[in-house]
């Protein structure tokens, strides 16, 4: 897929049999840190990520005609070999390339962030985004000074930090009664 500028992509992906990609902090640190090294020659922006023990997601814009697959390759393979040297394991780690689904417009990838960043809440691994690490929903809210996100498109969208924290805390209970009545008999 050879995107064009301007373009919004969702990019997940999860482990082989849904098993962790993610066993420690170490792994998440690293993971962030080879990103920030790949992304200032790369010609995407990321909008939304989180990354959780078996998958992850990332909302990122194409700011030149550069592929964000290929990005994800390179990360993601040099990711695996350092995941299996540091487990003493070997073979694939994911289940497949990963997926990249093109978002259409704005207000759908704004929905799209809300969705990413509620991903541990409705895993119930915390119970408000702003406690997962590992997203950049922090940055979104002003809580902190990370550099994987778009502020231009954030303080477009929502000028004050506490009208994205809104937007997403309207959406929590909403989203948790519709996970549990899934699991309901009626």
């Avoid at 990413?116 to 590992?134: C, E, F, G, Q, R």
């Amino acid at each position: 897929m050879a995107p064009l500028a301007g373009e919004y992509y969702h990019v997940y992906n999860r482990g082989c049999n849904c098993e962790p990609i993610f066993v420690n902090d170490d792994n998440y640190r690293y993971l962030l840190k080879h990103v920030k090294r790949l992304l200032p020659t790369s010609g995407i922006t990321i909008i939304a990520y989180c990354l959780m023990p078996n998958h992850y997601h990332f909302l990122f814009r194409s700011d030149s005609c550069s592929t964000v697959m290929q990005f994800i390759k390179c990360l993601f393979i040099s990711y695996t070999q350092a995941f299996n040297r540091q487990q003493g394991r070997s073979g694939t780690l994911f289940e497949g390339r990963a997926k990249s689904i093109k978002v259409s417009d704005e207000q759908y990838a704004i929905h799209l962030c809300r969705y990413i960043h509620l991903n541990p809440v409705l895993a119930m691994l915390v119970s408000k985004p702003k406690d997962w690490t590992y997203s950049n929903y922090p940055e979104w809210t002003g809580k902190r000074a990370g550099t994987l996100v778009d502020r231009d498109l954030v303080r477009l969208c929502f000028p004050k930090p506490a009208d994205y924290e809104q937007f997403i805390n309207s959406s929590i209970e909403e989203a948790l009664a519709a996970k549990v009545k899934r699991y309901l008999i009626d």
